[in-house]
C-alpha cells in the first residue's frame, strides 16, 4: 500500500456544485495531515491542516477519519478559480520528522 | 509565501555543466528541503536540511549535493548534469516538524 493514495481524477464539476476528494494513508501514527493547491506550472500551497477530526474554512472543508485512516476535503459552491491540483500530504512522523509524503493529487476542472 | 526565494527561476544548460540552484528565506526557518516535481511521479525529496550543516538524502538524492551554511540560504548542486535531471526543483521551509511547509516559485531546469 502506497503512503498516500488519491483519486488522480479529473473531477469536471460546473460552477457552484459540491465535490468531494478523498486521500487514504498507510502511516496510522500520524497526527496532522494538510491540504495543498497547485496551479499549473506553479508552486503548492498550504490550503487547509487537520490536526484533529477536521477543519472548515469557508468553502473547504477537511474531515479525517482515523479510523479508516482517510482524509476527505469538500469543495462547496465551486468556483472557476478553484481549478487546480489539490495534494493530500501526511506527514512521516517519528524519526523522520518534518518530513512528507505527498499525494500524487486530483485535478478538478470547474467549468461555467 | 513564507519568504522563499529560488534562484535561477529558468535555466538551460548542457549535459556535463555544473549547476547550483539556491533557495533564500528570510523566515529563520530551521528545516529546508529540495524537491523535484516530474509528470506521473509528483514531488520528490531529494535533500533536506534540519539545521545549518545538518543535511541529510531524500528518496532521489543520486547526482545531487547540497550544502547549508547559513540559516537562510541551503543550496542544491548538480555536479555533472544530465538529461534525466530536467524537471521542475522547489525548495520549502519549515518552522518545526509539526507544521506544514511552504513552497518557493520553483526553479525551471532544462539539461540538453
Known amino acids: 500500500r502506497k503512503e498516500v493514495e488519491q483519486d488522480p481524477g479529473p473531477f469536471n464539476v460546473p460552477e457552484g456544485a459540491t465535490v468531494a476528494f478523498n486521500c487514504t494513508y498507510s502511516?496510522?501514527?500520524?497526527?496532522?495531515f494538510f491540504w495543498y493547491r497547485q496551479d499549473c506550472r506553479k508552486e503548492p500551497k498550504l490550503l487547509m491542516s487537520?490536526?484533529?477530526s477536521g477543519n472548515e474554512d469557508g468553502r473547504f472543508t477537511a474531515q479525517l477519519n482515523r479510523a479508516s485512516q482517510y482524509i476527505s476535503l469538500l469543495i462547496r459552491d465551486s468556483k472557476l478559480s478553484d481549478s487546480a491540483t489539490y495534494l493530500c500530504?501526511?506527514?512521516?512522523?517519528?524519526?523522520?520528522?518534518?518530513?512528507?509524503?505527498f499525494g500524487r493529487g486530483t485535478q478538478l476542472t470547474v467549468w461555467p | 509565501d513564507a519568504g522563499i526565494t529560488q534562484s535561477p527561476r529558468h535555466k538551460v544548460t548542457e549535459t556535463g555543466t555544473p549547476v547550483t540552484l539556491r533557495c533564500h528565506q528570510t523566515e529563520n526557518h530551521r528545516y529546508m528541503y529540495w524537491y523535484r516535481q516530474d509528470p506521473g511521479h509528483g514531488l520528490r525529496l531529494i535533500h533536506y536540511?534540519?539545521?545549518?550543516?545538518?543535511?541529510d538524502k531524500g528518496e532521489v538524492s543520486d547526482g545531487y549535493s547540497v550544502s547549508r551554511s547559513k540559516t537562510e540560504d541551503f543550496l542544491l548542486t548538480l555536479e555533472s548534469a544530465t538529461s534525466s535531471q530536467t524537471s521542475v526543483y522547489f525548495c520549502a521551509t519549515q518552522g518545526t516538524g509539526n507544521q506544514p511547509q511552504h513552497f518557493g516559485d520553483g526553479t525551471r531546469l532544462s539539461i540538453l
Open positions: 502511516n496510522s501514527a500520524s497526527q496532522s
Open positions: 536540511s534540519y539545521g545549518v550543516k545538518d543535511t
Open positions: 487537520v490536526y484533529s
Open positions: 500530504v501526511v506527514p512521516r512522523g517519528g524519526s523522520t520528522l518534518g518530513r512528507l509524503y
